[in-house]
């Protein structure tokens, strides 16, 4: 197991210093995705030369170090953030949150996808890009290459906002205030780094309440994994018929990662020492995406098809559409 973790690792530590690039900056990709397509690199190069009992490493990687990685993801959070932005931003991003998903479960029902791709895939576009993915797929134990065509949906949608939203907030297309592109910025743009991108792009006034209104997303990442355990159980229920197993897989990572946010609204803990966790769980993320990627060759892209993508289109047109109606209703009751 040593080695395939220490492979991994590597290709992380090479993700950390590619990332640091200025033109990789620019493009606002986190070590997260370097670390995935550097993964994809490998799993469709010199994977099938090298020794079969590095597997288990790269699949520790994939399962435990990700679980791990989303507890300490509540380091970046605290409940006194949530109060900051006021009541109508909260309900933006549960409106979001909620109709998304259900928006792509229902619409990957017609186009006939995989059931667990187009979860992924809604998740990860409702909330918050390749966090959110990964943590849906440590809960309902998908194969990784499903997980990486989902990654990949979101990261193409996501790096097309933080191009195109400054751009439509400085020509004048978008009629909102500063606050409010802020609140429709961190409402419907895919990832983190992203939401930062776009943000600093318009202006401290837009960055400030667009960070905050996302990360409120990524709170939502806790309710949403409860209620996936809950009908993944009712399916396992209906798929054997055996009502002895009923029971409900609670992710109890998801629990965790909301008692970290709990901790950290304490603020027991001096800045650099949050700082440090956060680096710390930034590498340990970006050694589970490099996992995944490494775990998905080109024939299995191939074998999704090209209906993902589409769906993530179908989602994206309702991420803005709908977003920009709640913040022209909603954001006003906020200022006002």
Same mark, same amino acid.
């Given at each position: 197991?040593?080695?395939?973790?220490?492979?991994?690792?590597?290709?992380?530590?090479?993700?950390?210093?590619?990332?640091?690039?200025?033109?990789?900056?620019?493009?606002?990709?986190?070590?997260?995705?370097?670390?995935?397509?550097?993964?994809?690199?490998?799993?469709?190069?010199?994977?099938?030369?090298?020794?079969?009992?590095?597997?288990?490493?790269?699949?520790?990687?994939?399962?435990?170090?990700?679980?791990?990685?989303?507890?300490?993801?509540?380091?970046?959070?605290?409940?006194?953030?949530?109060?900051?932005?006021?009541?109508?931003?909260?309900?933006?991003?549960?409106?979001?949150?909620?109709?998304?998903?259900?928006?792509?479960?229902?619409?990957?029902?017609?186009?006939?996808?995989?059931?667990?791709?187009?979860?992924?895939?809604?998740?990860?576009?409702?909330?918050?890009?390749?966090?959110?993915?990964?943590?849906?797929?440590?809960?309902?134990?998908?194969?990784?290459?499903?997980?990486?065509?989902?990654?990949?949906?979101?990261?193409?949608?996501?790096?097309?906002?933080?191009?195109?939203?400054?751009?439509?907030?400085?020509?004048?297309?978008?009629?909102?205030?500063?606050? $409010?592109?802020?609140?429709?910025?961190?409402?419907?743009?895919?990832?983190?780094?992203?939401?930062?991108?776009?943000?600093?792009?318009?202006?401290?006034?837009?960055?400030?309440?667009?960070?905050?209104?996302?990360?409120?997303?990524?709170?939502?990442?806790?309710?949403?994994?409860?209620?996936?355990?809950?009908?993944?159980?009712? $399916?396992?229920?209906?798929?054997?018929?055996?009502?002895?197993? $009923?029971?409900?897989?609670?992710?109890?990572?998801?629990?965790?990662?909301?008692?970290?946010?709990?901790?950290?609204?304490?603020?027991?803990?001096?800045?650099?020492?949050?700082?440090?966790?956060?680096?710390?769980?930034?590498?340990?993320?970006?050694?589970?995406?490099?996992?995944?990627?490494?775990?998905?060759?080109?024939?299995?892209?191939?074998?999704?098809?090209?209906?993902?993508?589409?769906?993530?289109?179908?989602?994206?047109?309702?991420?803005?559409?709908?977003?920009?109606?709640?913040?022209?209703?909603?954001?006003?009751?906020?200022?006002?």
């Amino acid at each position: 197991m040593l080695h395939g973790v220490l492979l991994i690792a590597l290709f992380s530590c090479a993700a950390f210093y590619i990332g640091d690039m200025q033109f990789v900056k620019a493009l606002s990709f986190s070590p997260l995705i370097v670390g995935i397509i550097l993964g994809m690199l490998y799993a469709n190069s010199l994977r099938n030369n090298l020794p079969d009992t590095w597997v288990p490493g790269i699949q520790f990687c994939s399962k435990r170090v990700l679980r791990l990685g989303i507890i300490l993801y509540g380091f970046r959070l605290t409940f006194q953030d949530v109060t900051a932005v006021g009541l109508p931003a909260i309900v933006v991003d549960v409106a979001i949150v909620v109709t998304t998903i259900c928006m792509g479960i229902f619409a990957g029902k017609l186009m006939r996808m995989d059931r667990g791709i187009a979860l992924l895939t809604s998740v990860g576009s409702a909330i918050c890009g390749a966090a959110a993915i990964l943590g849906t797929e440590s809960a309902i134990k998908i194969k990784p290459y499903k997980t990486a065509v989902a990654v990949a949906t979101v990261v193409i949608f996501g790096t097309l906002s933080m191009f195109l939203y400054p751009i439509a907030y400085r020509s004048g297309v978008v009629d909102l205030s500063a606050e $409010a592109m802020g609140v429709f910025t961190g409402a419907t743009v895919h990832e983190v780094a992203h939401v930062v991108g776009a943000g600093n792009a318009m202006g401290k006034a837009v960055a400030d309440p667009a960070i905050i209104v996302k990360m409120i997303r990524v709170m939502l990442l806790v309710p949403v994994l409860l209620v996936i355990g809950y009908y993944v159980a009712r $399916a396992a229920v209906k798929g054997n018929g055996d009502a002895s197993r $009923a029971k409900i897989q609670v992710p109890w990572f998801a629990l965790l990662f909301l008692v970290a946010i709990g901790f950290n609204s304490l603020g027991l803990l001096p800045s650099s020492m949050v700082d440090f966790i956060n680096a710390f769980d930034t590498f340990l993320l970006t050694m589970a995406m490099t996992a995944l990627g490494a775990e998905t060759s080109i024939d299995k892209f191939r074998r999704a098809g090209a209906k993902p993508f589409v769906l993530a289109l179908v989602l994206y047109i309702w991420l803005v559409g709908f977003g920009y109606c709640l913040v022209k209703f909603f954001v006003p009751m906020m200022i006002g």
